[in-house]
């Protein structure tokens, strides 16, 4: 494989890391997730009870796959791949920068008619601001396979951010030609910390994708540890399965999992009516529910109720009862 291809590679894991850092954060690693995360979850591992003041943070929190909100600060306004703010789970943001990132992959050039083995590059790019980025990538001809990883050093990004720390991957591509896609990959984060004055975060977790079609399944595990704070969030095996309509206006997706609060403790969700996103909107549609269940059946059932101003309803059943006991508006941009 010549080397603008394996270059081209490497903007997976620049995308990926990308994307991760200015948009996603979430839980830790202890109860049902696998202890081999860096960042242990110490918060309450009780269940959240879902109240008149404690269901919106954690909605907004869950369906973000874990926006802190004003823990990142300037982080949270920024997105990759021009993805809008909050618009959809940072889970689906992150599989669009993957597919992009493999787009841009010349396969075409690859083997040149020969069986020729694994090749791997390694390079180190500079910081605009200072300390390195270095990653090596290996992909097979043969077996449309790719791995590789990228290691932080005080590496500066073009925002001002400060990083250290890792990320693994590796995949399949579908073909290489004549349309670059991704198979499936999966993604480690290893105790990537980001500093930017005032704030400062590590993030760890882990990210697998299996894509068929339209069709993508992701699995989500991954937590954020506040260093300022000293708070770490938690989204633990979030499941998320995005489904692209064929002319590219809108995407469906159905999610499933937990989100630990240090504070709250954690709440279990579901789509029962998947979640729907027009291309170009600022907010879901009106027809989808994202419902979240905490202690003694409490429960908060969160929706769109106004495309136009893009206006959120959540409702909420603070004794278990089965009925609305609470409802609260507002824009969908405060969640």
Known sequence: MNNTCLNSLALIGASTIFCFLVTACGGGSTGDADQSSSITYTGSTSQASLSET?????AGNTYTNGETGSTLGTFSAMQASGEMTKVKPRGVVLIHAMQKAVAKADFSTANNGTNSASTTITHTETGVCGGTAEYNISFSDISLAFNGSMTFSSYCDE?????????TFSGHVASPVPNPALADYTMFINALNI???????TADGSLTA???GLKTTVNLDMCIKDSNAGATYWANNYLLIVTTDA?????????SGKFYAPTEGYVSFSTP???????GAACPT?????TLTGKDNTSATLQ??????CQYKLEIDTNGDGATDVTQTGPWSDL
């Open 54 to 58: 404690s269901s919106q943070n954690l």
């Open 159 to 167: 925002d001002g951010a400060t990083i250290n720390g890792s990320i």
């Open 195 to 201: 500093n930017k004055a005032p704030y400062s975060f």
């Open 210 to 212: 299996t894509i068929e």
């Open 247 to 255: 002319a590219g206006a809108y995407e469906d997706f159905t999610m």
């Open 273 to 279: 009516v998947a979640l729907q996103v027009m291309s």
């Open 286 to 290: 009106t027809t989808g529910r994202l």
């Open 304 to 309: 769109v109720s106004s495309v136009g101003t």
